[in-house]
């Protein structure tokens, strides 16, 4: 099991920057990709960005070159660095882990991020 805990969101304006952490704990040794995910009212959960126990990361076109997805191996952590908000970036945002065969290990709670003046 693996526990996946949240934090970092909040309100803030457009154009400005927030940085999401979420903490893993539990069985850590079979995590490979770590992501996160959002999801809008009325809308699908959809991905956000994901990076592997390498470092290779990938990225929604919507996110590409305003955020940075980046992980600390020696603390169980990923992080999502998040520039350039826009209101389209209102969410809830939630952390995921996946073992290396692919399985799902577990989701965060979710932490919502507002962007608006």
């Known amino acids: 099991q693996v526990q996946l805990v949240e934090s970092g969101g909040g309100l803030v304006q457009p154009g400005g920057s927030l940085r999401l952490s979420c903490a893993a704990s539990?069985?850590?040794?079979?995590?490979?990709?770590m992501g996160w995910y959002r999801q809008a009212p009325g809308k699908q959960r959809e991905l956000v960005a994901r990076i592997t126990s390498y470092g290779t990361t990938n990225y929604a076109d919507s996110v590409k070159g305003r955020f940075t997805i980046s992980r600390d191996n020696a603390k169980s952590t990923v992080y999502l660095q998040m520039n350039s908000l826009k209101p389209e970036d209102t969410a809830v945002y939630y952390c995921n882990a996946e073992s290396f065969i692919g399985r799902q290990l577990g989701w965060g709670q979710g932490t919502q991020v507002t962007v608006s003046s």
């Open positions: 539990g069985d850590i040794f079979s995590i490979n990709d």
